[in-house]
């Protein structure tokens, strides 16, 4: 099975988010959302400003924001959902991610 970008949700406060950051970044810039190995679980999310996609980045597009996601990562991330949230604890992406079996208290680690 292959995993597209459009397997992948983001959130309205999610895309605001991306958007507000990638407005003061080069024309063309994207946000990146990568799975790494590391992390109290095994994986940890990563979330970086990229100057451009890369040729084989999968391209997701909602409300303004752009989202590149690498080949590698993108299977781990099939039906997952990215939101931003601003409450007691602080502001962050957050993945729900359905394929994760167990996650770090933080939320930032997983193991599949």
């Known amino acids: 099975m292959t995993t597209a970008a459009s397997d992948i949700a983001l959130t309205d406060q999610a895309a605001r988010r991306i958007h507000a950051i990638l407005a003061n970044e080069s024309p063309g810039a994207v946000f990146r959302v990568s799975v790494e190995g590391g992390g109290c679980s ?10 451009a996609p890369g040729a084989e980045d ?4 909602h409300a303004g924001a752009r989202v590149a ?6 299977g781990f991330l099939a039906g997952a959902s990215i ?6 604890m602080g502001q962050s992406f957050r993945v729900v991610n359905p ?5 770090c208290g933080c939320g930032t680690s997983f193991s599949v």
């Open 58 to 61: 999968a391209l997701l597009e």
């Open 99 to 103: 394929n994760a079996v167990s996650s």
């Open 42 to 51: 095994g994986f940890q999310y990563h979330f970086a400003v990229d100057s």
């Open 69 to 74: 996601i690498d080949p590698a990562s993108i």
């Open 83 to 88: 939101d931003f949230v601003d409450d007691l």
